[in-house]
């Protein structure tokens, strides 16, 4: 079924009850996806989110102009669709489906994921046996199957400064490094973390719903970092816990914007920082994360110079122009903002 409108709109109107394949052996947890223009990926993951047979599923379109929302309503009609005229960014079009669920639990999946068979029965058994846990994270794959990390620390701490890309490559190396810091760990046994990636999240619905759900000023990146954080502030548990297996293809509607989405990236973890430090600290990790651009600038502009094959140093142009766009302060959406500004704003609002 289709529901028509903007946020606000569509959850002011009553569904109708979807009528599922595969009611017998139902799981009492709900499924939530967001997409945008990734239709044939959304196919192949709503048809194993069928095999496991949740007691709802809910699919946010965010205005796709790729033929997703029909294929939705031709392929899966169970499947509660809001079809946004807009796109209303990931965090808003979670809040949206969330709040049309009733089970306890709540699996959140990025659309270019595959569910494995046992993955919803296991992900809301672990909720129910770690009762502080308000979101736990299963073990995420590339779509080779090699391991793709998927906990982190918060950015702006000295453990994010260690387990950054620039200095990764060092770490995994390094055995005692490599062990200890969340982006390189073998990822081998459930621990509580502080974030987790937001590719595949359960969700215990009472504990997103006590803190307000998904911040939705985070367009994109992040705002599963920004819940992770007021959970734990609140008093709620990350855990991360490889009982589950989830393919993850990744960057599957980014990569259509690469460049605007590599700013988008920096601008939400700026905010990040703004909205969670004092702004002294907020400073001190701008000037950081304006040096760390300007070495990628540098580094990949040499690159461009040495690169012989065609598509690898058209990314790696790409990846300048991103880079100088974020140093001259250009937002995704082209205007323009600075640290400074931030800075200031950040003072203001407290």
Request: glycine share 4%.
């Amino acid at each position: 079924m289709t529901r028509q409108g903007e946020a606000l709109q569509a959850d002011k109107q009553e569904p109708t009850p979807s009528t599922h394949p595969m009611r017998d052996g139902i799981i009492p947890v709900a499924v939530v996806i967001v997409n945008y223009n990734t239709r044939e990926f959304l196919r192949s993951c709503l048809a194993t989110v069928q095999l496991e047979a949740p007691s709802e599923v809910v699919v946010v379109d965010n205005a796709s102009s790729d033929g997703s929302v029909e294929m939705v309503q031709a392929d899966y009609p169970w499947a509660v669709l809001y079809a946004n005229k807009t796109n209303l960014g990931y965090g808003a079009a979670a809040n949206q489906a969330i709040a049309r669920c009733t089970a306890k639990h709540v699996l959140l999946l990025n659309s270019d994921t595959l569910l494995p068979v046992g993955a919803l029965q296991a992900l809301s058994t672990y909720l129910d046996r770690h009762p502080r846990a308000a979101i736990v994270g299963p073990r995420l794959v590339n779509s080779d199957g090699t391991l793709q990390a998927s906990c982190f620390p918060f950015p702006g701490t000295f453990s994010w400064l260690l387990d950054n890309d620039d200095l990764c490559w060092l770490s995994r190396h390094i055995p005692i490094l490599r062990n200890r810091l969340l982006r390189t760990w073998p990822h081998t046994y459930a621990r509580i973390v502080p974030w987790v990636k937001g590719a595949a999240l359960m969700i215990r619905r009472q504990a997103f719903e006590e803190v307000g759900g998904f911040d939705d000023s985070f367009f994109l990146y992040f705002e599963e970092t920004d819940l992770c954080h007021r959970l734990s502030t609140a008093g709620w548990e990350i855990h991360f816990a490889p009982i589950a297996t989830i393919v993850h293809a990744g960057e599957a509607s980014t990569v259509q914007r690469a460049a605007d989405m590599t700013v988008q990236l920096v601008a939400s973890n700026m905010k990040f920082c703004r909205q969670h430090y004092s702004r002294t600290w907020f400073a001190g990790l701008a000037m950081i994360m304006k040096i760390t651009i300007l070495a990628r600038l540098i580094r990949d502009t040499i690159r461009t110079q040495i690169e012989r094959d065609p598509s690898k140093r058209a990314r790696i142009a790409a990846d300048v122009a991103a880079w100088q766009r974020v140093l001259l302060g250009h937002s995704p959406d082209g205007s323009t903002y600075s640290p400074q500004s931030i800075a200031h704003n950040k003072h203001a609002d407290q």
